[in-house]
């Protein structure tokens, strides 16, 4: 019979919570293989400056580093906070108050996604000075004419306007689900409704305005084509300042190099932060109160929304549509945009597809076997995402010339440094939608005799295809706004959409460069569409 | 459900094309041994398609090119309907082109490049990156407008001038010389794009004519006085045109191609006087790289580039032609006649260094 | 003892740890061929993870596992969970969300004879006719059936069930659990469960195995645990008890409740259920009412000996007593265990 063991003495308290399990040598080296290219050329950049003697090799003097690191500053901070500030507003009359067709709502203040800012921009350029659209008007109802947009004010308005959306998507969810019982115990604590808003309800959103936040702030690094139209001097833009200026590549390194340290130091201080904030997590048994607006409150709220939507979508849009209309009543021939149309949708199905599939493994290493260097290497997969893009471009541009000029303006090296730089997009949809496919589904079915391919195919892949699809379409969306990395890295001859706005609005060729602002506009809003109406009713 | 199973076909594929990449824990060895053959044998069925692409004899010609699309398109399908050659083109400014062709040096795929202005081709060729040109195709232009060692040839002319608003700037306010626009009266009234290869080029000849002091106290005051900074030249043009912009420094023929466009605008351009740093004739140049696979074919390029057909073309967006016998803009002066600055253009290769120091630190980038 | 033929399990020395924490610690245990065992625990003793480690879905440190004789773990060896011919029941059910009910049944029968079996099998649960619905249509109790279904389907020659009834509210869990022990023996197969419910253990199962800290500390039948608990810890687990010192020579021990047999001798404990205690009212007996708590069907009640300790009796809803009443103790069974415990 079974065996009697005498009492023991083991007073450890044990682990409650699911034990990890090993992770194959395949699984790792597939991981690997799909992270550590995105990882190399911010190594290198990196490298480039704290290599012996690299500080010196810019060349650049460090009065200007102060400068353009407090104008950057500048823009960053301001932005994120206004991107804040609107978003978090958009979100909280679209999910906690009484105002008509909030589904609507949400759905527009979250289009201005599929308006890179450099389209912003440019119809901001379009918009403004003596003939541009809303000047016009104005001229035509006689009010002064506005002047060009140009300089801080207008850095800090186009980022503001088509960033904010981010916010908007990432508050939205955390405010649907919060626990109204938790607002109702403050109420019942006799705490205003102010004050149940600044002691409860915002401190529960703080990992989401965290993560927004960050999100604003990298892209204001990051950005390159908004800046450089409305003539704001940024880090990003002196980099390319001093690519185009020097005839020696190596400033242009060295700047990346200063700049991705300063946006890592962003992306540790808002993981440290988060590591402290992700405990709030609680899950709502029923929907959240909705506060009734009255009178003037109602009013404003429409009202809020209303110039959002207008300042963010409607006018860039309508901006366009004039200029690519006025060019054709003047008889302007504008080129074709359809084989570039083809080629940004091409690529970026391609680029889409291989991400996401790359992002797999990745998802099954961190999701199903944690551990302290499966977290590393997802890290490692953030890196070339969350740091600017022209750097990391600049970065494979030099890497691909020295050590693999096979691929050196292929179309193969320009996806690889899109799936480098947006792995982490479909990671983390794939990884949303691995931890609600309970581990037990996948024992089960190998408990039932079906190895680990046979269950990834049978159970895992068709249970999170979903959230694979939407991690594709993200891409998909990314790819076809990037510019900078694919001004530099395209094949000769590999004109895309984005090249052709920019190329044609540096010129400020309005006509040329609106069509395919619109084209391109016209292609994002069907992934984008599909994204936020699945986000939005999650 | 079915619409289901459809997609996974769709990622079934995209998958078996990663060379599942999806293992979970405890694969069997053979498994991974099986995986790893499909990815090497995916990179080998690459690398061998880029190999045949590479070894095609009749590859098209790549040509780097610093002028924008609408100037150079039609010569080039005028080249391919004449030689049957493609030709690929980068579009992309001056600088940003000379800056990738110093990087890839040697193993560059270009094998021309056709610049802005003569500092950043001269740059290039003095790094040795560009090949002597055949001396027929030397012989059609003013050995002024090409390099003294024949490794570019100037495709057009093109000047400095100051384009500015008529209605907001009187003629007798206009200044005599480039130097006058420190003055406290221009204080914020005009424009420019020091970064673009056009204004670096022509600080190259400033520091040629002036010396490298006087041009960073010129360019000193310029920064000094409050200009709107540009990065290219047509927003400058379109600034004026517009009324948002008194005046800016420019090549002559973004006005004239406006008024082209769109009829009569209060704007107008003014000549520096010969002598003037400000009023320098560049010649925009092409060259061959020396590392082209296809030598002939891209100096047939340049020589169709030369071509009275080609240059006619260049004639309607009023740039000068180089070649004799084509004629000038209507309506201008005749090159021969515009203002002169004593200085070689192949010099400009040897202070486009000092330009550049000059310009970062007098804060212009 | 049994034979090895008849062993259908067989756990030695296995160890398994997290890090610095200890899961299992050196735990031994046989599972009779053809038997219900239940590994009964509190919450951290090790449970869920040996029967993950039956299941193939870990690895132990240390120690070796054998299923129907054969070797699935020890250092050489380990076979993959697919390959162990072990059917598993899991406390979420896990039943897959996209295949109906035929399907997720099927999921591990050979083609061939998929049809005939998930007919069979789903007979077997009583659930004909639900194949093509889909789990979440299903009521939280047809769920658990369906679950059973799939593991019972290949015809494993082990059924291992994870806290199989936590997810159930109590009204249906004591049908669903009969119906389950049924559908079990019917079957008859080996079964293993998991679970820190001492009443659904000791009412469900042949064998019982109790852990604690890692490692199995008595195995044997519902009764004979109930009744002779190896010690203090497995008695208080187990059930309601208290515990009386005393001092036992020539194999008595005297205590304020009466005197003992006991087969130790000095210091020792006696065990008392309260459902060994009978009290009657007597004017003059020596304990007195302390507490009441009336449940209907039955009540708790409290004395205070002479000696100042307390005990407790569990009676009928009669007599009714009432606080101060004086009364006489009668106890039926008692255990003891050497040495003095601690409360």
Redesign the interface.
């Known amino acids: 019979?079974?065996?009697?063991?005498?009492?023991?003495?083991?007073?450890?308290?044990?682990?409650?919570v699911r034990?990890?399990?090993?992770?194959?040598?395949?699984?790792w080296a597939?991981a690997i293989?799909?992270t550590v290219p995105g990882a190399a050329p911010i190594v290198h950049l990196l490298w480039t400056v704290v290599r012996p003697g690299g500080f010196d090799a810019g060349g650049?003097?460090t009065a200007?580093l102060v400068e353009l690191f407090a104008s950057t500053a500048l823009l960053v901070v301001t932005v994120t906070v206004t991107a804040l500030a609107l978003g978090t507003t958009t979100a909280w009359l679209t999910t906690r108050t009484d105002l008509a067709g909030r589904g609507m709502w949400s759905m527009l203040v979250s289009l201005p996604l599929v308006i890179p800012s450099y389209v912003g921009a440019l119809a901001m350029l379009g918009a403004s000075?003596?003939?541009g659209v809303v000047s016009l008007a104005l001229a035509e109802i006689g009010l002064p004419k506005l002047?060009?947009f140009n300089g801080f004010w207008a850095a800090w308005g186009a980022l503001s306007l088509w960033n904010f959306s981010y916010v908007h998507l990432i508050a939205t969810p955390s405010l649907q689900r919060m626990d109204p019982t938790l607002e109702e115990a403050s109420r019942g604590l006799g705490a205003s409704r102010r004050r149940t808003l600044s002691a409860v309800v915002l401190p529960q959103l703080r990992p989401a305005l965290l993560s927004s936040s960050l999100l604003v702030a990298l892209y204001v690094i990051s950005d390159f084509g908004a800046v450089?139209l409305l003539?704001y001097e940024t880090f990003t833009r002196?980099i390319y300042?001093?690519?185009?200026?020097?005839?020696?590549?190596t400033p242009?390194l060295f700047l990346s190099g200063i700049l991705v340290l300063g946006a890592l130091v962003l992306v540790i201080a808002e993981q440290r932060n988060r590591g402290r904030a992700s405990l709030a997590a609680r899950r709502a048994t029923r929907p959240p109160e909705r506060v009734a607006l009255r009178g003037g409150a109602r009013v404003a709220g429409y009202g809020f929304l209303a110039t959002l939507v207008t300042a963010a979508l409607i006018l860039p849009l309508v901006t366009l549509v004039w200029w690519a209309g006025r060019g054709v009543a003047?008889g302007?021939t504008f080129?074709p945009v359809w084989t570039e149309a083809s080629r940004s949708a091409g690529v970026a199905l391609v680029a889409a597809?291989?991400t996401?599939?790359?992002a797999?493994?990745v998802a099954?290493l961190t999701v199903?076997?944690p551990s302290r260097s499966a977290r590393l290497l997802e890290s490692i997969s953030w890196s070339a995402y969350s740091l600017p893009h022209l750097a990391v471009g600049l970065g494979f541009?030099?890497l691909s010339?020295r050590y693999a000029?096979?691929?050196?303006?292929?179309v193969?090296l320009l996806v690889v440094a899109y799936v480098a730089m947006f792995l982490p997009q479909a990671l983390a949809a794939t990884q949303a939608g691995l931890r609600q496919v309970?581990p037990?589904?996948?024992?089960?079915?190998?408990?039932?005799?079906?190895?680990?391919?046979?269950?990834?195919r049978?159970?895992?892949?068709?249970?999170v295809?979903r959230s694979?699809?939407a991690g594709g379409a993200l891409v998909f969306l990314t790819v076809m706004k990037e510019l900078p990395a694919t001004?530099l890295l395209r094949p000769?001859?590999f004109?895309t959409l984005a090249v052709r706005i920019w190329?044609a609005s540096?010129?400020?060729?309005y006509t040329q460069a609106s069509v395919a602002a619109l084209v391109l506009v016209g292609i994002s809003a069907v992934p984008l569409y599909l994204l936020v109406t699945r986000d939005l009713h999650r | 459900m079915r619409r289901?199973t459809g997609?996974?076909l769709v990622?079934g594929l995209?998958?078996g094309?990663?060379g599942?990449?999806?293992?979970?824990?405890?694969?069997?060895a053979t498994?991974?041994a099986e995986?790893t053959t499909t990815a090497a044998e995916t990179t080998t069925t690459?690398?061998e398609t880029?190999t045949t692409s590479e070894a095609e004899p009749d590859e098209?010609l790549?040509l780097?090119s610093g002028r924008?699309?609408k100037f150079v398109q039609p010569v080039i399908d005028s080249f391919t309907a004449e030689t049957g050659i493609e030709v690929?083109?980068?579009?992309?400014?001056t600088?940003?082109l000379?800056?990738?062709l110093?990087?890839?040096?040697e193993?560059t795929?270009?094998d021309v490049f056709w610049a802005q202005d003569p500092a950043?081709i001269g740059?290039?060729a003095k790094q040795g990156l560009l090949t002597e040109l055949p001396s027929d195709v030397l012989a059609l232009v003013e050995p002024r407008y090409a390099d003294d060692d024949g490794r570019w040839v100037g495709i057009t002319g093109r000047s400095r001038v100051l384009v500015y608003n008529t209605d907001l700037v009187s003629t007798d306010e206009l200044p005599a010389s480039v130097f006058d626009l420190v003055e406290p009266e221009w204080n914020g009234r005009f424009g420019v794009a020091p970064?673009n290869g056009s204004f670096?080029a022509f600080v190259t000849g400033m520091v040629l004519a002036e010396g490298e002091e006087r041009t960073l106290e010129w360019l000193q005051g310029i920064a000094a006085n409050d200009p709107?900074?540009?990065?290219?030249n047509?927003?400058i043009v379109?600034?004026v045109?517009?009324?948002?912009l008194e005046a800016g420094l420019v090549n002559h023929y973004y006005l004239l191609q406006r008024i082209a466009?769109?009829g009569d605008v209060p704007a107008a351009n003014h000549f520096f006087p010969s002598g003037d740093p400000g009023g320098l004739v560049m010649a925009a140049g092409a060259g061959v790289l020396a590392s082209s696979d296809q030598p002939e074919a891209a100096a047939e390029f340049i020589r169709h580039l030369l071509s009275s057909e080609s240059q006619a073309h260049f004639l309607t967006l009023f740039e000068y032609p180089l070649i004799a016998g084509v004629g000038g803009p209507e309506g201008q002066l005749p090159l021969a006649e515009l203002p002169t600055l004593d200085i070689s253009l192949t010099d400009t290769a040897d202070t486009?260094?000092p330009a550049?120091r000059l310009?970062?630190?007098a804060?212009l980038? | 003892?049994?034979t090895t033929e008849n062993i259908a399990i067989s756990m030695r020395g296995i160890e398994r740890w997290?890090g610095d924490?200890?899961?299992l610690?050196?735990m031994?245990?046989?599972?009779?061929t053809g038997s219900l065992m239940t590994l009964l625990g509190p919450?951290?003793?090790?449970k869920t993870?040996a029967l993950?480690l039956i299941?193939?879905?870990?690895?132990p440190d240390r120690g070796s596992i054998e299923i129907g004789g054969q070797t699935v773990v020890s250092p050489d060896v380990f076979v993959?969970?697919?390959?162990?011919?072990?059917?598993?029941v899991?406390?979420?059910y896990?039943l897959?969300?996209?295949l109906t009910v035929g399907r997720n049944v099927g999921?591990?029968v050979e083609k061939k004879q998929r049809r005939e079996r998930v007919a069979q099998v789903l007979d077997l649960v009583g659930l004909t006719g639900k194949a093509e619905r889909l789990p979440h249509e299903l009521s939280g109790g047809e769920q658990q059936r369906v679950a059973l279904a799939?593991?019972l389907?290949?015809d494993p020659g082990v059924i291992l069930l994870d806290e199989p009834f936590s997810n159930l509210d109590a009204a249906l869990r004591a049908r669903v659990r009969d119906e389950v022990a049924e559908i079990l023996r019917r079957s008859g197969s080996t079964a293993i469960f998991v679970t820190h419910d001492q009443e659904e253990a000791l009412s469900l199962s042949d064998?019982v195995?109790v852990m604690?800290?890692?490692?199995?500390?008595?195995?044997?039948s519902p009764a004979e645990l109930y009744h002779f608990p190896?010690?203090t810890?497995v008695a208080s687990f187990l059930g309601d008890a208290d515990f009386l010192p005393g001092r036992a020579t020539d194999g008595k021990v005297a205590t304020a409740a009466g005197t003992f047999p006991s087969h130790h001798d000095g210091a020792v404990t006696v065990m008392i259920r309260p459902e060994s205690v009978m009290l009657r009212p007597v004017p003059d007996g020596a304990a007195v009412v302390r507490k009441r708590e009336f449940f209907g069907h039955d009540q708790l009640v409290t004395v205070g000996l002479p000696d100042g300790s307390a005990l407790r009796a569990r009676l009928g809803p009669t007599p009714l007593l009432e606080l101060g009443d004086h009364v006489e103790i009668s106890v039926e069974a008692a255990s003891t265990f050497p040495g003095k415990q601690p409360n």
């Open positions: 019979m079974a065996t009697v063991t005498p009492p023991t003495v083991i007073t450890t308290p044990k682990p409650s034990k990890r399990r090993r992770a194959s040598a395949v699984l597939a293989a799909v650049i003097p200007r000075g003596n003939g002047g060009v450089s003539r002196a300042t001093q690519f185009r200026g020097r005839l020696d590549i242009s003047l302007n080129d597809m291989v996401a599939c790359a797999i493994p099954i199903r076997h541009l030099v010339i000029p096979a691929v050196y303006q292929t193969m309970g037990s589904l996948e024992e089960a079915s190998r408990s039932l005799g079906s190895g680990s391919l046979a269950t990834l049978r159970i895992t892949l068709p249970l295809w694979i699809v001004l000769t001859g004109e190329s540096s010129e400020l060729f | 289901l997609l996974m990622l995209v998958l094309a990663c599942g990449t999806g293992a979970s824990e405890e694969t069997t498994t991974a995986t690459a690398a880029t098209p790549v780097y924008n699309e690929d083109v980068r579009y992309a400014g600088g940003e000379a800056t990738t110093t990087a890839e040096g193993s795929p270009a950043f740059g290039i970064t670096v709107v900074i540009f990065d290219g047509g927003p379109d600034a045109v517009a009324g948002d466009q769109l486009l260094e550049l310009i970062a630190e804060g980038t | 003892m049994t997290f924490t200890p899961a610690v050196g031994d245990l046989d599972v009779p919450s951290g003793s090790g993870t993950r299941a193939g879905f870990d690895r993959p969970a697919e390959r162990r011919r072990v059917g598993m899991f406390q979420d896990a897959f969300p996209h999921y591990g799939r593991a389907a290949p064998v195995a604690h800290d890692g490692r199995v500390v008595q195995a044997g190896a010690d810890w």
